[in-house]
């Protein structure tokens, strides 16, 4: 998990809130596995306590992979934009579900897909 926002995605979308929020995958086209790509998610509207939100992900060969996130941060207190590296050698990522805490007012979460290439190219090494 990684914070920060996908400058220039790949697929992005938005995804209303009604209840749970579930997004179809299949039209990000993703040329690789999916393995070599981050989602990210912006929350429209910060959480306002500290949670652990779930995020279920289905990929094209039916593999199914649940995951918790935190909404809270040792440097930020309430962060709204969290990466997630997806996985490798299961396919394409199909679709999402993402359950967000009970009190969170947010209408809309923005659904990103960016290459890893990119991701790591925004980082540089220090040198001394």
Same mark, same amino acid.
């Given at each position: 998990?990684t914070y920060?926002?996908?400058?220039? +995605?790949? #697929? $992005?979308?938005?995804? @209303?809130r !009604?209840? %749970?929020?579930?997004?179809?995958?299949?039209e990000?086209?993703? =040329? $690789?596995?999916s393995?070599r790509?981050?989602?990210?998610? &912006?929350?429209?509207t +910060?959480?306002?306590?500290?949670?652990?939100?779930v995020?279920r &992900?289905t990929y094209?060969?039916d593999f199914k !992979?649940?995951i918790g #996130?935190?909404?809270?941060d %040792? #440097?930020? &207190?309430? @962060?709204?934009? #969290?990466g997630? $590296?997806?996985l +490798? &050698?299961q396919?394409?990522?199909?679709e999402?579900e993402? %359950? @967000? =805490?009970t009190g969170w007012k947010?209408k809309?979460?923005e659904v990103?897909?960016?290459?890893i290439d990119?991701?790591t190219?925004?980082?540089?090494? +220090?040198?001394?």
């Amino acid at each position: 998990l990684t914070y920060g926002k996908c400058q220039d +995605p790949v #697929f $992005q979308t938005i995804a @209303p809130r !009604k209840g %749970r929020i579930n997004v179809d995958m299949s039209e990000a086209n993703l =040329e $690789q596995d999916s393995g070599r790509y981050y989602l990210w998610l &912006e929350l429209d509207t +910060p959480a306002e306590k500290h949670s652990t939100w779930v995020l279920r &992900e289905t990929y094209t060969n039916d593999f199914k !992979k649940t995951i918790g #996130f935190l909404t809270d941060d %040792r #440097f930020m &207190e309430y @962060p709204t934009t #969290f990466g997630i $590296q997806l996985l +490798p &050698e299961q396919g394409n990522l199909a679709e999402i579900e993402i %359950r @967000p =805490e009970t009190g969170w007012k947010g209408k809309n979460i923005e659904v990103s897909i960016c290459s890893i290439d990119k991701v790591t190219s925004n980082y540089t090494t +220090p040198t001394y």
